[in-house]
């Protein structure tokens, strides 16, 4: 399906592919980029990395652990050569070094910044693939379709994998209390991913209830797109078990997606999910079982669209293209 629109008048949906229309002038034309489906192979390949990581480094990739440097050197190598401004933000937690990596996309209103994130660390016991490796591997492929389509959204878009998640939230917490009060009024919102492919998954979507007002704008958004799949949702207090605790504390609209951790999914849950009641979602959570073939390729590849919708219509993706381009 097509969508002519004019400058000044958006409309965004699952549906839309690229639509072109002249303006009066006929100078220039206004493109509105629909979110692009994310193929989960691309999403595995990223896992298959994180897997043999872990294997080469003692089985984890924990904070510390030479496989936790050895994810964000991959992740960072893949993010700058599609064009990231990356950085790597040290920080010391009891006396061992920790990193975040930060990726900005270039262009977009720097004053108001649109960011999404999650752990790149596992526990000490496993290689972490579905914890929190889904979520980091979902976020990476959409920032590189990001710099395939070489976007120029509205926002400012940044992309953040934190250290030490598994420690306390230790990375996150670090980088926004040590983002001056200028740098953090320009973060609009921060959407959060820690688990993303639970094998007997659930789809939750972080409430927004009790979060920085704003927050319902980003549950609503990434609803709309499991409705747009016809996959129900839940939603789920987070609270403080993951990395979009220290953004909401700073005031910062957060949201997120979530296929479950160790609680059991129920009988209900289980018959509009499919999967198996009484069941934690993850029984391999925290274990040296959570590997790839701990993961439910279904669910990752619907919660990393999730993320690419929420990103795309969220951030504004029109642009001014040459009138002779078609569509
Ligand atoms: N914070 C997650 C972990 O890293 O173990 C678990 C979790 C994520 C729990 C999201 C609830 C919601
Ligand atoms: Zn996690």
Redesign the pocket.
Known sequence: MKIRATLGSVALASTLTLGVLATPSGAATVEVAAAPTIPVAAVQEHLNQFQQIATANGGNRAHGKPGFKASVDYVKGKLDAAGYQTKVLEFTNWGTKGYNLIADWPGGDENSVLMAGG?LDSVGAGPGIN??GSGSAGLLEVALTVSKQQLKPKQHLRFGWWGA??LGLVGSTNYVNTLPAAEKSKIKGYVNF??TGSPNPAYFVYSSSGQPAGSEKLQQTLEAYFTSINVPTET?N?GG??DHAAFARAGIPTGGT?SG?EVRKTAAQAQKWGGQANVAFDKC??QSCDTTSNINAQSLERHTNAIAYTIWTVSGTTRTVPAHTTS
């Open positions: 752990h914890d929190n998640e598994e820690d688990m789920t987070v078990r993951s979530f951790a959570y925290h």
